[in-house]
């Protein structure tokens, strides 16, 4: 070690610590087959369970006959709702303050619905099971259409319900309505728009998607009769989350239950949620004692867990003739499905619907949502966003363009003279937020310059005018996006999920020798926590992040906390982090102190030990720290070196980008090319710059797919359309854009290390960017609004509704 | 339906199990020899995390059935590990160039890469592209998996050249 | 997804294979590379009892290249296809098609044989071969018949192949030296069917003309060549189009379909007719 430079800037080098572009350690054994993911685990006599599904949308099930399933081989259980119901677990309490159906109670509501759960040895048996399983159904009318659904004589879904009018978020007026949810003030809003200069008015469609990770969602339960405890391992984002919930509606006590995550093969929402399958393994474990696993398909994924977005929302903004907003309305109608199961804090059944305001200061604002019950799968989860983030943020950034259109106005100046000013922060939004930091002007202002705005703008007039001269068949879009993400849920005085309150936690343990383990109540399904929250660590005390070993998803080591969704890693649990290891750096002054004979004041913190002040070559290193914790009785101190925080965020955090994508258009196909995509993210202090990039590339690409093509889609009698990999849209990296990252730094000014969370930021940002670009190129010839996903016929038939066909 | 007798070389080593006629490869691969590399991810051969080369060839085990695979000389993401344990050189630019997240397309993605550049030792980024095209990845945007495939070529080729 | 069972065969010669299919009759199916079928097994689409795999059959594959004539092996792969540089020059229009089919997993498994045979409309070798003038060996207990692609295709997965036969080889002629050609397909994404693909050849005094997933099989025009031929790309779009019924599916409507349907033959002819010498 003593060829090693000890000046504090290649002590603070060698520590990997925060602003390095460390590399992952998870890779190594991702990079050779090793990861442990929920399919590759196998126990003694694990058993398999797979789903009878309904092939219906709406219908009565009249009778279900396991006869000839349980003559098939290697059969050994046909569960239905029947045999669930005495256990109390036929149906289950959902994150939103509904109940849905774990097997077919009497009916089903969606297609692809579980109706019966067949236990077999193995997978293959299973699947004979199923198809051996005789259901008789009893079609009924469906409703796809959320405005149909509210219509008087629709058919009644949920007779469940019948006679509730109230439901978990307040009345309910119809009977296939689920809430209304109003933020803001409503009449000032209406007063400011009826007196406007001008009002744009548009409804804005976000269609129904999927989070669709690579890995499908799936558990393995095993009941061990002998000493009464469960144990779960599965595809869990809130692993802690899951236990109390389990141990809530199981009766079974929560000590006596122990949730696993391991290695997940991307969650970004879709393994939020508690699904029938899970609750049909733990039983099915119960019942047979054995070990019982179920993986679902990619069809069963598409098909029944978890759907994100299908907002329709319609949006009146009001501004002054030069282009300054006054006033902002929206009312959206949420299609949720047969179930309300959406993900989002207890307090706001929109999620955070009300950032709509986006990165613009609106004087006044009014936002209502209407929840509505159809024949769709349940979910309703933040595809990589925060809560609805990216609706509000997809609704805003057209509405903007929209207006701009009203205006005759460049769109990026529009943005510009409605930005919320640096010193306006903290600001207070109409829909009750208080903006933690940001610096708009700058980012855009540095955003419109790397991409040369105004020689793009130059070259698609020249473009227009070759078309129109018939010299080109292809047009230019400029797509532009400024969004503010709200994130790090959150604050517990209103943030919860089933009453538990959006804290979460840290405990960091110093062995005697001085490395460390950290165990966190978050779980990473991709996002490289085990790096960076030792990158945190490493620059909190001192200790070199390869010293530093991290763990996550098992409730039974792990303390307690909500888990890895909404952006919520780094602005919460990086806070905890931070905050654990600043108790564990408070001791080690002591004990450094102790050590050096000096007053505990008199000691300083310098990079990875205590030194006297003025007097730097008088110094204990975390190392020397960490083994007299351990070996010297220090008066008044107890021994041992570790700390655990439990970390309530005071605020949210707000991360903001700008966002440009040029885009060429082939009138004739719809075909597209992005030419150029440009994103520019502040996330606040940056803990890992490649893994930054990293996140922002795959965010993106996941805007593309959504903007242009992806999308889970029914036809009038609910049958799922887009049910396998051929028809729901996941680009290959033929199709993907290449991307430019860029970045400012604005800290948050009340997280310890100043971050802000980026995961969700360029799904974001990204998806109005791409819907922009093909908006803008239509807008010479008189485009306001065409409705998502742009893909080549959506697109050509924007061109033949504007006669560019010829 | 009589179980058949399958031999195959997984890895440099011969291998030997009983499966129905049915199995899929990926599943014989997966639960009879525990090689868990190889991943399902869509079962309808569009994502390719399941991804193996078998006979020189990059093949989909999800889309075949272990008889047609009878025989067969096959490679998965383990055996592309050096001698000693450590990561091969595409390994260790997939970790190098931030080339995965979640890891769960990775066994396939570097299968598939280590067959390419067999076949195209010094690619352009659009043949990469192209070429890498029967795997999806959802978390990356494939754009470091582009550039670690680029900086694997440049140094298994320069490698070469240093060997001759 | 998990297929119902079966009993597997790997017959080592013609003869075995057609005898097989003769004792199970409609119980049993040939596989080649297995990625159109074995999906459809998975999602217990399709119901057999016995599966015939052809891999064993060394007579199924190989690529010849005659003076006026190539001959493809049926368990050739698109793979192979495509790395055949004799091929590529007397029939370019192969590669060219070929590299649009799936992805490069899906091409080193899928045959030429498959792909033809299998009589799925979105497949893109059936409008190939119309387009072509191929035809197709088919062998089955009373020897071989000749049966040419444009006549082959009878409905979507129905066509002139016997339950007892296999499609050995396909026969195609060369085209006269100087011939234009082109492929050119509009597809959603890699590994997605043709939204609409169009095949041309144009050459000094003849012109072939074939479309792809436009119809419940592939769509060849003899009017449609006869205008190229002549000179009239509209003629032929305008053949083309009252020959094509498509559907509309998740690519999008039906009006959608025959614009693109126009406008990718359009291109196919601009780009052979730019090829032609």
């Known amino acids: 070690m003593n060829d090693q430079s000890n000046t504090p800037e290649d002590r603070s080098t060698r520590l ?15 990079t050779q087959g090793k990861g442990n993911y929920v399919d590759d685990i196998r126990m003694d006599g694990m058993l398999f369970g797979d789903f009878v599904r309904s092939p219906y949308a709406h219908a009565r099930v009249v009778s279900i006959d396991s006869a000839a399933a349980m003559k098939v081989p290697g059969v050994l259980a046909v569960i239905t ?21 774990v097997l077919a109670d009497g009916k089903v509501l969606f297609q692809g619905q579980e109706v019966a759960f067949v236990v077999a040895t193995d997978r293959y048996a299973a699947s004979d099971g199923v198809a051996a399983v005789e259901v008789e159904y009893d079609e009924l009318p469906v409703v796809v259409d959320p405005f149909k659904a509210l219509e008087p004589d629709a058919p009644v879904l949920r007779e469940d319900l019948a006679g509730q009018t109230t439901g978990a978020h307040g009345p309910r007026r119809h009977h296939n309505h689920i809430f209304t949810w109003e933020v803001g003030d409503k009449e000032a809003t209406e007063a400011v728009l009826a007196g406007a200069d001008v009002v744009a008015e548009e409804m804005v469609y976000y269609h129904r998607t999927h989070p669709s990770p690579l890995e499908t969602c799936g558990c393995v339960a095993s009941m061990d009769k002998v000493n009464g405890k469960l144990t779960v391992w599965g595809t869990f984002q809130a692993p802690h989350a899951v236990r109390t919930v389990a141990s809530l509606i199981s009766g079974i006590a929560e000590h006596n239950i122990r949730i696993i995550s391991p290695d997940i093969g991307g969650g970004f929402g879709n393994k939020v949620g508690v699904y029938p399958g899970y609750i049909c393994a733990i039983v099915a474990s119960i019942v047979t004692g054995k070990p019982v696993k179920w993986v679902e398909s990619r069809m069963d994924n598409l098909m029944a867990t978890a759907f994100a977005r299908d907002y329709w929302m319609k949006g009146r903004i009001a501004a002054t003739k030069a282009g300054k907003i006054t006033g902002l309305w929206c009312h959206t109608t949420a299609d949720h499905g047969g179930f309300d199961a959406c993900a989002d804090p207890s307090k706001f059944p929109a999620g955070f619907m009300n950032i709509c305001t986006g990165s613009y200061d609106i004087p006044v604002a009014y936002l209502a949502v209407d929840g509505v019950y159809t024949n769709k799968a349940p979910g309703g989860v933040a595809y990589r966003c925060s809560f609805r983030v990216t609706e509000a943020a997809y609704f805003i950034e057209r509405m903007i363009e929209v207006l701009a259109i009203r205006l005759g106005m460049d769109a990026a100046e529009l943005r510009r003279i409605n930005f919320i000013r640096k010193d306006q922060f903290p600001y207070q939004s109409a829909l009750g937020w208080e903006y933690d930091s940001g610096d708009y002007h700058t980012a855009w202002d540095k955003a419109l310059k790397a991409v040369g705005y105004d020689a793009l703008r130059a070259e698609q007039a020249q473009r227009l005018a070759d078309f129109k001269a018939g010299k080109t068949r292809r047009l230019i879009g400029i797509g532009l996006a400024h969004f503010t993400e709200i994130v790090g849920a959150g604050p517990v005085k209103n943030c919860d999920i089933l009453g538990l309150g959006m804290f979460d936690s840290c405990e960091i343990r110093i062995h005697p020798t001085g490395s460390a383990i950290a165990r966190l109540g978050t779980i990473s399904q991709g996002q490289g926590h085990a790096t960076t929250f030792a990158q945190i660590i490493a620059s909190e005390i001192g200790i070199p ?13 792990a303390p307690y906390g909500l888990g890895t969704y ?84 005071p605020n949210m955090t707000y991360p903001f980008g700008a966002y440009i994508c040029v885009m060429e258009i082939d009138v004739d196909t719809g075909e597209h090319e992005i030419r150029m995509f440009y994103a520019l993210d502040d996330c606040g202090t940056r803990i890992n710059p490649m893994i930054i990039e990293g996140q922002v590339h795959g965010g993106a690409t996941e805007g593309y797919a959504i903007a242009m093509g992806q999308e889970i889609a029914y036809d009038e009698m609910g049958n799922h359309k887009t049910a396998t990999l051929m028809d729901f849209f996941i680009p290959t990296s033929w199709e993907t854009p290449h991307y430019t990252t860029d970045h400012t730094v604005t800290p948050s000014p009340h997280h310890p290390i100043g971050a802000k969370g980026v995961g969700e930021s360029p799904n974001v940002g990204s998806v109005p960017a791409f819907s922009n670009a093909v908006h803008d190129a239509f807008r010479p010839f008189g485009l306001v609004h065409s409705h998502m996903p742009h893909d080549h016929w959506r697109v050509w038939k924007i061109a033949r509704d504007l006669g560019l066909h010829g | 339906m009589s179980k058949m007798h399958i031999t195959l070389t997984v890895n440099g080593t011969a291998v030997e199990g009983l499966a129905e006629p049915r199995t899929l490869l990926i599943h014989f691969l997966r639960e009879t020899l525990r090689i868990t590399g190889p991943h399902i991810g869509c079962e309808t051969s569009h994502c390719g995390a399941c991804t193996i080369d078998m006979n020189g060839k990059s093949v989909k085990s999800c889309t075949v059935f272990v008889g047609q695979a009878q025989g067969a000389e096959i490679t998965t993401v383990e055996g592309l590990v050096n001698a000693d344990g450590s990561l091969g050189v595409i390994q260790e630019n997939f970790r190098e160039h931030h080339g995965l997240q979640c890891g769960f397309c990775t066994p396939g993605m570097i299968t598939r ?51 001759e | 997804m998990i297929p119902a069972g079966f009993e597997y065969h790997r017959p080592a010669d013609l003869a075995s294979a057609i005898g097989l299919l003769q004792d199970h009759g409609d119980e049993a199916r040939v596989v080649a590379g297995g990625h159109s079928l074995i999906p459809m097994m998975k999602l217990r689409m ?75 409309p979105g497949n893109d070798m059936p409008g190939l071969m119309q387009c072509l003038n191929a035809s197709y060996d088919l062998a089955g207990p009373d020897g071989t018949r000749q049966v040419a692609a444009r006549g082959f295709y009878q409905a979507a997965y129905f066509t002139a192949r016997e339950d007892d036969e296999i499609l050995t080889r396909i026969v195609i002629p060369v085209p006269a030296a100087g011939t234009g050609h082109a492929y050119v397909k509009q597809k959603r994404k890699i590994g997605d069917y043709a939204t609409a693909a169009a095949a041309v050849l144009v050459g000094t005094t003849s012109a072939s003309v074939a479309m792809t997933n436009l119809s419940d099989t592939p769509v060849w025009s003899e009017a449609a060549g006869k205008a190229l031929a002549a000179g009239d790309t509209e003629g032929c779009v305008a053949a083309i189009l009252a020959a094509i019924d498509p559907q509309e599916d998740m690519r999008g409507p039906v009006e959608f379909k025959r614009h693109v349907a126009a406008v ?14």
């Open chain 1, 566 to 649: 909404g952006s919520r890693s780094t602005p919460v649990a990086g806070a905890a982090t931070a905050m654990a290891a600043r108790k564990i750096r408070a001791k080690a002054q002591m004990i450094a102190a102790y050590l050096l004979e000096v007053h505990d004041d008199d000691v300083e913190f310098d990079v990875d030990r205590f030194a006297v002040k003025g007097a730097p070559e008088r110094f204990k290193t975390m190392k020397e720290i960490a083994f007299a914790a351990y070996n010297q009785a220090i008066p008044g101190l107890e021994p041992g070196l570790e700390a655990v925080s439990y970390y309530d965020p």
């Open chain 1, 545 to 557: 992040a390869d010293d530093i070993t991290l763990e996550e998803g098992d409730t039974d080591t």
């Open chain 1, 16 to 30: 990997k610590g925060m602003g390095c572009s460390r590399k992952r350690v998870e890779d190594v054994r991702f």
């Open chain 3, 264 to 277: 990718v033959l359009r291109r196919a002819i601009d780009s052979a007719l730019a090829r032609r010498t």
């Open chain 3, 46 to 120: 399709t119901d057999l009892g016995h599966l015939v795999d052809l891999q064993d059959i060394g007579e199924l594959r190989g690529i010849a290249i005659g003076a006026g004539h190539v001959t493809i092996g049926a368990m050739t792969s698109q793979h192979d296809l495509i790395a055949d540089d004799r091929l590529a020059a007397v029939l370019p229009i192969i590669r060219e098609a070929s590299l649009q089919i799936a992805d490069p997993q899906v091409r080193y498994m899928g045959t030429i044989g498959g792909n033809v045979a299998n009589g799925d």
């Open chain 2, 113 to 163: 890469a280590h067959r390419f550049l067999q076949e195209n030792p010094a690619p352009t980024e659009a043949e990469v592209r192209f070429g890498m095209a029967g795997n999806l990845c959802r978390c990356t945007g494939y754009q470091n998996i582009v550039k670690a495939i680029l900086a694997s070529a440049a140094q298994l080729n320069a490698a070469k050249e240093a060997a």
């Open chain 1, 81 to 101: 709702a029947k045999e669930l119901e005495p256990l109390g677990l036929h149906w289950m309490p959902t994150l939103a303050g509904d109940k849905q159906m």
